[in-house]
Protein backbone atom coordinates (compact mmCIF):
# COMPACT_ATOMS: atom_id res chain seq x y z
CA UNK A 1 0.00 0.00 0.00
CA UNK A 2 1.29 3.42 -0.99
CA UNK A 3 2.51 5.89 2.78
CA UNK A 4 1.98 8.79 0.55
CA UNK A 5 -1.05 9.46 -1.97
CA UNK A 6 -1.62 12.47 -4.21
CA UNK A 7 -3.97 12.05 -6.39
CA UNK A 8 -3.56 15.05 -8.50
CA UNK A 9 -1.06 14.91 -11.50
CA UNK A 10 -1.38 18.34 -12.34
CA UNK A 11 -3.25 21.71 -10.84
CA UNK A 12 -3.93 24.77 -12.34
CA UNK A 13 -4.20 28.24 -10.69
CA UNK A 14 -4.31 31.66 -11.36
CA UNK A 15 -2.49 34.24 -10.36
CA UNK A 16 -3.84 35.84 -6.88
CA UNK A 17 -5.92 32.94 -6.26
CA UNK A 18 -5.52 30.13 -3.15
CA UNK A 19 -4.96 26.05 -4.16
CA UNK A 20 -5.33 23.13 -2.32
CA UNK A 21 -2.83 20.35 -2.83
CA UNK A 22 -3.94 17.15 -1.63
CA UNK A 23 -2.16 14.31 0.21
CA UNK A 24 -3.03 11.50 2.28
CA UNK A 25 -0.99 8.77 4.56
CA UNK A 26 -0.65 5.39 5.47
CA UNK A 27 0.98 4.78 8.77
CA UNK A 28 0.64 3.11 12.03
CA UNK A 29 3.01 4.86 14.10
CA UNK A 30 2.19 7.00 16.43
CA UNK A 31 4.65 9.59 16.28
CA UNK A 32 6.01 10.63 12.85
CA UNK A 33 6.27 13.99 10.46
CA UNK A 34 4.79 15.35 7.18
CA UNK A 35 6.66 17.76 5.08
CA UNK A 36 5.91 19.61 2.03
CA UNK A 37 8.70 20.03 -0.55
CA UNK A 38 8.37 22.27 -3.74
CA UNK A 39 10.71 21.18 -6.96
CA UNK A 40 10.90 23.87 -9.74
CA UNK A 41 12.42 22.74 -13.00
CA UNK A 42 15.91 23.49 -11.57
CA UNK A 43 15.75 20.51 -9.77
CA UNK A 44 16.44 21.34 -6.23
CA UNK A 45 14.08 20.50 -3.73
CA UNK A 46 13.23 23.23 -1.47
CA UNK A 47 11.69 22.32 2.04
CA UNK A 48 8.28 24.37 2.48
CA UNK A 49 6.58 22.95 5.47
CA UNK A 50 6.53 20.78 8.34
CA UNK A 51 3.63 19.33 10.27
CA UNK A 52 4.52 17.31 13.51
CA UNK A 53 1.70 14.34 14.51
CA UNK A 54 1.93 15.47 18.05
CA UNK A 55 0.83 19.19 16.68
CA UNK A 56 -2.20 20.53 17.89
CA UNK A 57 -2.18 23.70 15.20
CA UNK A 58 -2.11 23.38 11.61
CA UNK A 59 1.42 24.79 10.39
CA UNK A 60 1.70 27.57 9.03
CA UNK A 61 4.95 29.42 7.00
CA UNK A 62 4.42 32.50 4.99
CA UNK A 63 1.74 32.09 1.88
CA UNK A 64 1.88 28.12 3.10
CA UNK A 65 -0.43 26.60 5.42
CA UNK A 66 -0.89 22.84 6.21
CA UNK A 67 -4.64 21.52 6.46
CA UNK A 68 -3.90 18.58 9.07
CA UNK A 69 -6.80 16.71 9.75
CA UNK A 70 -5.58 13.31 11.38
CA UNK A 71 -8.60 11.25 12.03
CA UNK A 72 -8.31 11.26 8.21
CA UNK A 73 -4.77 10.84 7.47
CA UNK A 74 -4.73 13.94 5.30
CA UNK A 75 -2.15 16.97 5.01
CA UNK A 76 -3.67 19.17 2.57
CA UNK A 77 -0.98 21.96 1.43
CA UNK A 78 -2.94 25.43 0.91
CA UNK A 79 -0.82 27.94 -1.04
CA UNK A 80 -2.32 31.31 -1.03
CA UNK A 81 -2.22 34.48 -3.19
CA UNK A 82 -0.63 31.93 -5.83
CA UNK A 83 2.45 33.92 -7.83
CA UNK A 84 3.89 32.51 -10.77
CA UNK A 85 6.77 31.69 -9.32
CA UNK A 86 4.77 28.81 -7.52
CA UNK A 87 4.91 26.85 -10.79
CA UNK A 88 6.45 23.66 -9.96
CA UNK A 89 6.22 20.08 -8.92
CA UNK A 90 5.11 19.97 -4.75
CA UNK A 91 6.18 16.69 -3.18
CA UNK A 92 4.38 15.26 0.18
CA UNK A 93 6.32 13.38 2.30
CA UNK A 94 6.26 11.77 5.34
CA UNK A 95 8.97 10.23 7.95
CA UNK A 96 7.73 7.71 10.37
CA UNK A 97 10.08 7.46 13.40
CA UNK A 98 9.53 4.32 14.42
CA UNK A 99 7.70 1.96 11.73
CA UNK A 100 9.32 3.45 8.70
CA UNK A 101 13.17 3.33 9.94
CA UNK A 102 13.42 7.35 10.14
CA UNK A 103 13.36 7.80 6.55
CA UNK A 104 11.41 10.13 3.95
CA UNK A 105 8.93 8.39 1.66
CA UNK A 106 7.79 10.79 -1.17
CA UNK A 107 4.57 10.98 -2.81
CA UNK A 108 4.38 10.72 -6.67
CA UNK A 109 4.31 14.69 -6.71
CA UNK A 110 1.43 17.01 -8.25
CA UNK A 111 2.32 19.63 -10.76
CA UNK A 112 1.09 22.99 -10.04
CA UNK A 113 0.80 25.25 -13.03
CA UNK A 114 0.02 29.10 -11.96
CA UNK A 115 -1.54 30.98 -15.17
CA UNK A 116 -2.02 34.83 -15.48
CA UNK B 1 16.92 26.73 5.37
CA UNK B 2 20.11 25.07 5.70
CA UNK B 3 22.19 25.18 2.90
CA UNK B 4 23.63 21.81 1.37
CA UNK B 5 25.53 21.63 -1.81
CA UNK B 6 26.10 19.12 -4.42
CA UNK B 7 28.70 19.27 -6.97
CA UNK B 8 28.85 18.85 -10.21
CA UNK B 9 25.71 19.92 -10.84
CA UNK B 10 25.84 17.87 -14.29
CA UNK B 11 28.32 15.54 -15.92
CA UNK B 12 28.23 13.59 -18.96
CA UNK B 13 30.82 10.85 -19.39
CA UNK B 14 31.28 7.66 -21.29
CA UNK B 15 30.14 4.13 -20.57
CA UNK B 16 32.50 2.30 -18.31
CA UNK B 17 34.14 5.40 -16.59
CA UNK B 18 33.41 6.19 -13.03
CA UNK B 19 31.65 9.51 -11.35
CA UNK B 20 31.84 10.93 -7.99
CA UNK B 21 29.34 13.38 -6.75
CA UNK B 22 29.80 15.20 -3.70
CA UNK B 23 27.20 16.46 -1.16
CA UNK B 24 28.03 18.38 1.55
CA UNK B 25 25.81 20.41 4.17
CA UNK B 26 27.44 24.16 4.58
CA UNK B 27 25.91 25.38 7.68
CA UNK B 28 25.32 22.47 10.23
CA UNK B 29 26.88 18.92 10.86
CA UNK B 30 25.28 16.10 9.51
CA UNK B 31 25.37 13.49 10.38
CA UNK B 32 23.13 11.62 8.40
CA UNK B 33 23.29 12.18 4.67
CA UNK B 34 20.67 10.63 1.76
CA UNK B 35 20.97 9.55 -1.47
CA UNK B 36 17.84 9.53 -4.11
CA UNK B 37 17.62 9.14 -7.66
CA UNK B 38 15.02 10.48 -9.63
CA UNK B 39 13.78 9.85 -12.99
CA UNK B 40 12.36 12.52 -15.70
CA UNK B 41 8.29 12.84 -14.20
CA UNK B 42 9.13 10.51 -11.07
CA UNK B 43 9.36 10.60 -7.02
CA UNK B 44 12.38 10.78 -5.52
CA UNK B 45 13.55 6.71 -4.53
CA UNK B 46 16.14 6.67 -1.87
CA UNK B 47 19.48 5.06 -2.77
CA UNK B 48 21.11 4.51 0.65
CA UNK B 49 21.17 6.51 4.12
CA UNK B 50 25.19 7.17 4.80
CA UNK B 51 26.26 7.59 8.51
CA UNK B 52 29.11 9.47 9.13
CA UNK B 53 31.84 6.88 10.06
CA UNK B 54 30.09 4.00 9.26
CA UNK B 55 29.08 1.61 5.91
CA UNK B 56 25.91 3.32 4.28
CA UNK B 57 23.00 1.63 4.64
CA UNK B 58 21.56 0.86 0.99
CA UNK B 59 17.66 0.45 -0.24
CA UNK B 60 16.09 -3.42 -1.21
CA UNK B 61 17.45 -3.16 -5.24
CA UNK B 62 20.08 -0.93 -5.08
CA UNK B 63 23.60 -2.16 -5.85
CA UNK B 64 26.35 -1.26 -2.84
CA UNK B 65 29.22 -2.22 -5.54
CA UNK B 66 28.05 -0.04 -8.08
CA UNK B 67 27.05 2.97 -5.69
CA UNK B 68 29.95 3.54 -3.50
CA UNK B 69 28.71 6.20 -1.06
CA UNK B 70 31.54 7.27 1.68
CA UNK B 71 30.39 9.98 4.48
CA UNK B 72 34.00 10.99 5.86
CA UNK B 73 33.00 13.67 8.04
CA UNK B 74 29.74 15.39 9.07
CA UNK B 75 29.48 17.63 6.52
CA UNK B 76 30.59 15.44 3.51
CA UNK B 77 29.18 12.51 1.88
CA UNK B 78 30.02 11.19 -1.60
CA UNK B 79 28.62 9.03 -4.29
CA UNK B 80 30.61 7.24 -6.40
CA UNK B 81 29.10 5.79 -9.31
CA UNK B 82 31.00 2.95 -10.63
CA UNK B 83 31.35 1.31 -14.54
CA UNK B 84 28.60 3.82 -15.11
CA UNK B 85 26.25 2.39 -18.09
CA UNK B 86 23.50 4.50 -19.85
CA UNK B 87 20.62 2.90 -17.45
CA UNK B 88 22.61 4.89 -14.87
CA UNK B 89 21.68 8.52 -16.19
CA UNK B 90 19.30 10.29 -14.25
CA UNK B 91 18.75 12.76 -12.04
CA UNK B 92 20.97 12.29 -8.02
CA UNK B 93 19.82 14.37 -5.47
CA UNK B 94 21.46 14.45 -1.68
CA UNK B 95 19.59 15.40 1.29
CA UNK B 96 21.18 16.20 4.78
CA UNK B 97 19.21 16.36 8.23
CA UNK B 98 19.88 18.49 10.94
CA UNK B 99 19.93 17.80 14.41
CA UNK B 100 16.81 20.06 15.26
CA UNK B 101 13.47 18.54 16.94
CA UNK B 102 12.10 18.62 13.45
CA UNK B 103 15.22 16.89 12.09
CA UNK B 104 14.59 18.31 8.60
CA UNK B 105 15.99 16.95 5.88
CA UNK B 106 17.24 19.44 3.39
CA UNK B 107 18.52 18.87 0.02
CA UNK B 108 20.99 19.54 -2.78
CA UNK B 109 20.47 21.02 -6.15
CA UNK B 110 21.38 17.41 -7.36
CA UNK B 111 23.16 16.21 -10.19
CA UNK B 112 22.35 15.51 -13.93
CA UNK B 113 24.15 12.46 -14.96
CA UNK B 114 24.39 11.55 -18.29
CA UNK B 115 26.41 8.19 -19.35
CA UNK B 116 26.87 8.00 -23.25
Known amino acids: AQKITQTQPGMFVQEKEAVTLDCTYD???????LFWYKQPSSGEMIFLIY??????QNATEGRYSLNFQKARKSANLVISASQLGDSAMYFC?????????????FGTGTQLKVEL | GAVVSQHPSRVICKSGTSVKIECRSL??????MFWYRQFPKQSLMLMAT?????????EQGVEKDKFLINHASLTLSTLTVTSAHPEDSSFYIC????????????FGPGTRLLVL
Open chain 1, 93 to 105: AMRELTGGGNKLT
Open chain 1, 27 to 33: TSDQSYG
Open chain 2, 50 to 58: SNEGSKATY
Open chain 1, 51 to 56: QGSYDE
Open chain 2, 95 to 106: SARDSGVRRTQY
Open chain 2, 27 to 32: DFQATT
